[in-house]
């Protein structure tokens, strides 16, 4: 059964960094485009960056251009979201995501996403 397990969350103060991670037991891995999105209390999913399966593509959400950074790394089935400059407006549960089709474009929706980890809480203190 494939699995995605997120870690790397926590607390930190405005302007602070946090790497999250997300390890995949799937053997298309390398075939998969991946993408992270978040969660914040009373509020829809959205989306927040994706990757192309090389890694050679990226797209990011508006709200974290510049600050946030996808990359992973396929020798190691592990997606990356390196988180710089936080705000509290960041604080949210975030999810990585495999999408529903090898080498699909890098949508921003989450139902071109099929498979999804359970989550991990980052939560960014004024």
């Known amino acids: 059964q494939v699995q995605l397990v997120e870690s790397g969350g926590g607390l930190v103060q405005a302007g602070g960094s946090l790497s999250l991670s997300c390890v995949v037991s799937r053997r298309t891995f390398s075939a998969d485009v991946m993408g992270w999105f978040r969660q914040a209390p009373r509020k829809e999913r959205e989306f927040v960056a994706a990757?192309?399966?090389?890694?050679?593509?990226?797209r990011y959400a508006d709200s974290v251009k510049g600050r946030f950074t996808i990359s992973r790394d396929n020798a190691k089935n592990t997606l990356y979201l390196q988180m710089n400059s936080l705000k509290p407006e960041d604080t949210a549960v975030y999810y990585c995501?495999?999408?529903?089709?090898?080498?699909?474009?890098?949508?921003?929706?989450?139902?071109?996403?099929?498979?999804w980890g359970q989550g991990t809480q980052v939560t960014v203190s004024s």
């Open positions: 990757i192309s399966s090389s890694g050679a593509s990226t």
């Open positions: 995501a495999a999408g529903r089709h090898w080498y699909q474009p890098l949508y921003d929706r989450p139902g071109e996403y099929g498979t």
